[in-house]
T-cell receptor, first 117, second 110 residues
Framework: GAVVSQHPSRVICKSGTSVKIECRSL??????MFWYRQFPKQSLMLMAT?????????EQGVEKDKFLINHASLTLSTLTVTSAHPEDSSFYIC?????????????FGNGTRLTVT | GQQVMQIPQYQHVQEGEDFTTYCNSS?????IQWYKQRPGGHPVFLIQ?????EVKKQKRLTFQFGEAKKNSSLHITATQTTDVGTYFC??????????FGTGTRLKVLA
C-alpha cells in the first residue's frame, strides 16, 4: 500500500533557529501533498497544499514566509519552520494522495513533534 | 469559513456498549472520509463515502453519509478496548482539499 515517510519524528530546537521537515512518498508519486498542524487534543488544521513544481497554496492565516514549503520532486515535499518560536511547538503531519481516480484516501506520515525552547 | 463539527467531543463507554459520532458540515461535501488516530499516532484512513445516503459497513463499524451530503455518522457496535482513539471525519471540498472535523475521542472502559 501507499507509504508516506516523514522525518524527523521529533525535534527540539532553540528559539530563533530554523527546522526542516521532510515528507516522502515511498512507493508512489505525489503531485500534491498536504501539510497539517495539530495541537494537543485538537483536530488537524490544514496549513498548505504543496504542489510539485509550483508554489504552495497556503490557508488563510498561515504565514508563508514563516512556513516555507518546497515540493521539488514527485516524491518529496519539505516544510521549513523559519525562526522558530515556542508558539510554533506543535505536531506537524504531512499527507499525500496515492494516484487514482476520484478522491483517493489521504496517506499520512507519522508526524513530527516540534518543541521550541 | 468552512467548518466541520463533530459531536460528541468525548465519549467514555463500557466495553461492549455501542458508540456513535456525528459529523456536520456547514457546506455540501463532494465526499467524506473517516480516520482513526490512536494516542501518539497519526491518522489512519478507515473509509470513504461518496454517494448521498450511502451506508457502508466494516465489521462492527457502520458509516453513513447524509442525503444532503452535509452530515455523516460512524457507529461502532459492541466496542472493544482496541477501539480507543480519536475518530475524525474529513470533508472534501472539491477535488483535493479536505477539512477535518473537530474529532471525537473515545475511551473504552474494560
Amino acid at each position: 500500500g501507499a507509504v508516506v515517510s516523514q522525518h524527523p519524528s521529533r525535534v527540539i530546537c532553540k528559539s530563533g533557529t530554523s527546522v526542516k521537515i521532510e515528507c516522502r512518498s515511498l512507493d508512489f508519486q505525489a503531485t500534491t501533498m498536504f501539510w497539517y498542524r495539530q495541537f494537543p487534543k485538537q483536530s488537524l488544521m490544514l496549513m498548505a497544499t504543496s504542489n510539485e513544481g509550483s508554489k504552495a497554496t497556503y490557508e488563510q492565516g498561515v504565514e508563508k514566509d514563516k512556513f516555507l514549503i518546497n515540493h521539488a520532486s514527485l516524491t518529496l515535499s519539505t516544510l521549513t519552520v523559519t525562526s522558530a518560536h515556542p508558539e510554533d511547538s506543535s505536531f506537524y503531519i504531512c499527507s499525500a494522495r496515492a494516484p487514482g481516480t476520484g478522491n483517493s484516501p489521504l496517506h499520512f506520515g507519522n508526524g513530527t513533534r516540534l518543541t521550541v525552547t | 469559513g468552512q467548518q466541520v463539527m463533530q459531536i460528541p467531543q468525548y465519549q467514555h463507554v463500557q466495553e461492549g456498549e455501542d458508540f456513535t459520532t456525528y459529523c456536520n458540515s456547514s457546506t455540501t461535501l463532494s465526499n467524506i472520509q473517516w480516520y482513526k488516530q490512536r494516542p501518539g499516532g497519526h491518522p489512519v484512513f478507515l473509509i470513504q463515502l461518496v454517494k448521498s445516503g450511502e451506508v457502508k459497513k466494516q465489521k462492527r463499524l457502520t458509516f453513513q453519509f447524509g442525503e444532503a451530503k452535509k452530515n455523516s455518522s460512524l457507529h461502532i457496535t459492541a466496542t472493544q478496548t482496541t477501539d480507543v482513539g480519536t475518530y475524525f471525519c474529513a470533508g472534501a471540498l472539491g477535488t483535493y482539499k479536505y477539512i477535518f472535523g473537530t474529532g471525537t475521542r473515545l475511551k473504552v472502559l474494560a
